[in-house]
């Protein structure tokens, strides 16, 4: 999948997590003004406004949920977000990234203004416009990172208005009793073979660091989701696509508190959390909704709390004293996460073998299918979802994209089962799907055309590919972050004045998200390391006609170089559409760098669809794995020394043959 | 000039400007406490310690200026640093770049520690480990930007010590009566024929961009001594290499307020500043001295002071309430500035033919002179510095940097009188020099071999190179951020596990500074436009042995691609040592950028040349810009097609031939 907006501006703050969210709470939650402002009947919560009486202040409302989010308090940690509504007293707007622009044009009334842009600045400038000095903005505290809250507080710096936290979510207030009830599904442990080390193990590890930080931390919080699910080896369903569950973390150099809904957990987590008790290994559970109140007692001692700004609500960090603070961007639990050790590296390893078998089962039923008409968007993306459900899948890692034609212009199209375009051999199509594995989770993007494509789409294609392979190849010293090389997947498509509007690749988890931070090659993203995994995926869209995406999972390895640089290893092991590639495009090292890719796709796919005896995917990947010809790379027929000795020399053969 | 420390670690904030400073301030200008802290003869100032009566505090102390740079009050604005002193009751240290690390040891007495690195971050481990909590932390607020002060604040941030800004300069009060007079050198205005556009202009464009500003502010505050000099086409003395002086601009809607020694100004710029009054485009001069209690005044209304915080002192912004200021990293006239004009750009383009001249007739006269034995690196510097004293030439743009072998692995090494190396047959040396002429500034680096290279020399030679073509010729969309691409310069390195450890590029001014932020690759340059000059060179380093670099000044101009896409002209105009090209690592695309290159230099340096009857010059370009061949391309003979038609063909003919 696609990470966010490009690297290239310099100010973009990329907030990236899940591909889940759900516009209609904008509709059914907030009140029926109307009509369209000419009206007199809001329905805006009574009493005394948060906002103040001016009639002048507004709220700001973060998004990035789904249905049966708690919108509220208990308020969700915060997870990212991918929309942003305004609401004033006489003006609404949403902020949204281009996936959600058809959606959201459909869904809002004329009361709503859509703005087609994330940026904290954009929303900054409408607000500056909107409300004049002297007024308050108020933001549920629980609903943005102390990050996103300190950018909005840049953008509004020195004008006069200021921001708010108010502890009562409005959105909450309008639910009323109509508010979906909390998630209750089971939280349960992870069997051993599916972890890279106990938990115990890892606690361990984060004390260490606490111990030799020169700050003596005393504590870590941890308000990220994926955070308490790594650290305890726990997982559970309370978002769509992402095993975690609702939580906070207090881990202290002597003590462990898990704010989490106890009864939720299975009788095997709560005997894995609570076998060390009483200790400095013991887990205490504590209630969900009591970790500001505890965190607020805690920061009363002689205490240090080391968190992460990117992930911390903002509503728990304006509990600690600032001098009791030890901020970084990411907690040291997401950069020990970042890092797989050799263990999670096998299991992700074996996931995407897995993961390859059911794409190319799927690619191989597309082949005879399509011809027949018998595939739309929606089938298709059933399909694949389907044939993932083997050996330790626990379901898809996002929603499907399957985009035909002019639709996979749109970079984060999915389609529904209203609207569905038929796949054709006219059309190219793009897939880009991924699975939650117990050992791993997956993330692969294939782009096919099964007719003629235009030149144009096989040359964009190409270099599509070139830039996935130039990347894939690079290599590069230690300590370099993504956004200095990601340029490496452009080169080719900028060339000829091409490019694309994402990023060019993400972190992934085991069994974790498919969009798991702070890895990747964004301006936020940390420095590459070996034991790390990211996805590559440049893309090329052309509006109203046709998109391409080619991604694949990576991860970082040494390379072999006399000193210790990095390269990668791609773990995807899904061969390329041969019928979009233009050999002549592709430089030697580049068809070099395809055949040996092509090798390790058969060594170790090859073996498992036997294993599976599934016997016509096994020939079609040979057919699509064969070694591509030296001889057709550009530089070999663009030289002309090259060109000029071949010629004389069929002369001088046909000559000696006469 | 080679830019600071590599961007690949992403919270470095590289503070470059010029590249002079004098160490030995330190040795004559602090107390000469002693011996080593044993005794107790400390010559520390006098009376109640700004830094409190605990004894625990320190004195932060920043550098960046040479002899003579007046110090203290009323202080210099803040020109960027490269050393930074911390003095506590019983510790000295001082953090410098590895150009200064001999330098320091020779200086620094057993008081001083001597830490090798620049980076904020560690200079805040330093104080948190050498003072306790509770400690204040005090810096000359002038001698700070207001980005720096923040820097220092972070690293500080929550640990209980403050940073508190004192008045009293402590450096001065030791300086005493010893203390160097101000600059007293006539400022001047450029003529008309050296300007992009009248002074006017540029004040009228900066009104438009405060009007057109959604805060509306009513006024520019100018720190910078470059931009005050820009502004008003105005040129000075005070600073060794860079044509600037002494002085703070506010610029209102309605007012022009230029703090200066009025009594340092011609005739002609004081009429021209003049000229205008009264009115909204008359300069009142005022004293250097009263900049601040104006701004205190100024500040009192209801006003908006728009600055950038890159290059403002901390001491300035104190004067200003919050609300009244408008912050960006910088000034509206630092980044118009940055995009030079097309008579701009004419202006640099014809300073750079002329400077190739002074270059290419030292390359000539090495040639002939070094198997002699007659050249060291002090006289080296010296004859390329004469050789520039030609037409509309003021000097060099910074102290030649002149090695040979291993002090050429210092990336920032310049030879004295009293230690220099003599050029020899069996070294590599490096030259990186430039020249300030009335039209533009110049910076170029050629790095040569006279006699037979080690294979390691020619391949790490060769792979620079590559580095700087694969940058040069690079297309990329319009808004990419230098950062992003920088690393086309390193790849061919990093493919054989090569590096270097400093940046890739800078701005460059018109007869202004030699490094002219924010243009670079840095990851605090603002993103490439059209119009802009950079320098673009890598090298590489071996300690003990030699060292390379490669450096051209460039423009980015548009790319010939359907969409404007942008790419270089570069700009410098002198061929590379074909001794050290090793031609088979070269694509064929880089062979063929490079014979266009030379065409290039044919065609604009060649007549230039010839009008100055530099007939053996002449020829030496001549042979020096012969086109290379294309089939020695890497590309062509590693393909073990063309090699086996090669031998083939020849058998073939040995064969017909007998």
Redesign the interface.
């Given at each position: 999948t696609p990470p966010g907006p490009s690297?290239?501006?310099?100010w973009v703050l990329a907030m990236l997590e899940s591909v889940y969210f759900l516009l209609s709470w904008v509709r059914s939650s907030l009140p029926p003004w109307g009509p369209c402002w000419g009206g007199s009947s809001t329905r805006l919560p009574a009493g005394p406004h948060p906002w103040g009486s001016s009639g002048q202040g507004m709220v700001l409302l973060h998004t990035g949920g789904q249905a049966g989010d708690p919108w509220g308090s208990p308020p969700a940690a915060w997870r990212g977000g991918r929309s942003t509504a305004v609401v004033t007293w006489d003006k609404a707007a949403l902020w949204t990234d281009s996936r959600y622009w058809t959606q959201a044009e459909r869904q809002l009334d004329c009361n709503w203004e859509l703005q087609r842009t994330t940026w904290i600045k954009s929303i900054g400038?409408w607000i500056?416009?909107a409300v004049p000095v002297g007024a308050n903005i108020s933001l549920d505290p629980f609903l943005f990172s102390i990050d996103t809250w300190n950018s909005y507080s840049q953008a509004l710096?020195?004008?006069?208005r200021t921001l708010l936290p108010i502890e009562t979510n409005l959105v909450d207030q309008v639910w009323g009793d109509q508010r979906p009830p909390p998630a209750s599904s089971e939280i349960y442990s992870l069997p051993a073979a599916f972890t890279g080390s106990s938990w115990q193990e890892k606690v361990a590890g984060i004390r260490q660091q606490m111990e030799q930080h020169?700050?003596r931390p005393t504590a870590v919080l941890l308000s990220g989701l994926e955070e308490t699910a790594w650290l305890f080896n726990l997982r559970g369903n309370d978002i769509p696509y992402n095993p975690v569950f609702y939580s906070y973390t207090l881990l202290t150099n002597t003590s462990i508190s898990l704010f989490v809904d106890e009864m939720r957990l299975s009788a095997a987590a709560r005997q894995s959390l609570r076998a060390g008790c009483p200790g400095p290994l013991c887990v205490e559970l504590q209630e969900y909704g009591q970790a500001r109140a505890h965190l607020r007692r805690y920061a009363q001692g002689n205490v240090?709390v080391w968190l992460g700004t990117e992930y911390t609500t903002y509503g728990l960090y304006g509990v600690i004293p600032?001098?009791?603070?030890?901020?970084d961007s990411y907690s040291p639990v997401m950069l020990a996460k970042a890092v797989k050790n050799a263990k999670e590296q096998e299991l992700l390893r074996a996931a995407h073998v897995r993961d390859a078998v059911a794409v190319i089962q799927y690619l191989l039923w597309l082949e005879k299918m399509v011809p027949q008409g018998q595939v739309d968007e929606f089938s298709g993306a059933q399909h694949i979802d389907m044939l993932r459900q083997s050996e330790h899948n626990r379901g898809p890692s996002f929603q499907s994209i399957s985009a035909s034609g002019l639709n996979a212009a749109l970079a984060h199209y999915s389609p529904s089962n209203r609207s569905s375009r038929k796949l054709s051999v006219d059309e190219m199509y793009l897939s880009d799907t991924g699975g939650q594995y117990l050992d791993g989770t997956t993330d692969i993007t294939r782009t096919m055309h099964w007719g003629v494509p235009t030149p144009l789409q096989k040359e964009a294609y190409t270099r599509v590919l070139m830039g996935n392979i130039d990347l894939s190849r690079?290599?590069?010293?230690p300590?370099?972050?993504g956004?200095?090389?990601?340029?490496?997947a452009r080169?080719a498509l900028?060339?000829?004045?091409l490019?694309y509007g994402h990023g060019t690749g993400h972190g992934i988890g085991n069994f974790l998200s498919v969009h798991e931070w702070p890895v990747g090659f964004q301006s936020n993203n940390?420095?590459l390391m070996a034991g790390m995994f990211t996805s590559i995926e440049p893309g090329y869209y052309r509006d109203g006609e046709f998109g391409i995406r080619i991604e694949d999972v990576a991860l970082v390895v040494e390379?072999q170089?006399?000193?210790p640089?990095l390269t990668f290893e791609v773990v995807s092991l899904v061969p390329y559409d041969r019928n979009l590639i233009d050999l002549s495009l592709l430089?030697?090292e580049q068809i070099r760098y395809l055949n040996a890719y092509y090798e390790t796709i058969r060594a170790r796919v090859g073996p498992e669809l036997q294993r599976q005896r599934l016997e016509e995917e096994y020939r079609w990947l040979q057919r699509n794995t064969e070694p591509f010809p030296?001889?057709s790379?550009a530089?070999?027929t663009?030289?002309?020394?090259?060109l000029a000795?071949?010629s004389?020399?069929s002369a001088?053969?046909a000559?000696?043959q006469a």
């Open positions: 690297p290239c501006v310099p400038l500056l416009e710096h020195g004008s006069g020169v700050r240090t600032q001098e009791k603070l030890l901020e690079l290599i590069f010293p300590n370099t972050a956004r200095v090389v990601e340029s490496f080169r900028w060339n000829v004045g490019n940390v420095p390379a170089t006399k000193v640089f430089s030697l030296l001889g790379a530089t070999a663009a030289t002309l020394g090259t000795l071949a004389l020399l001088l053969l000559g000696l």
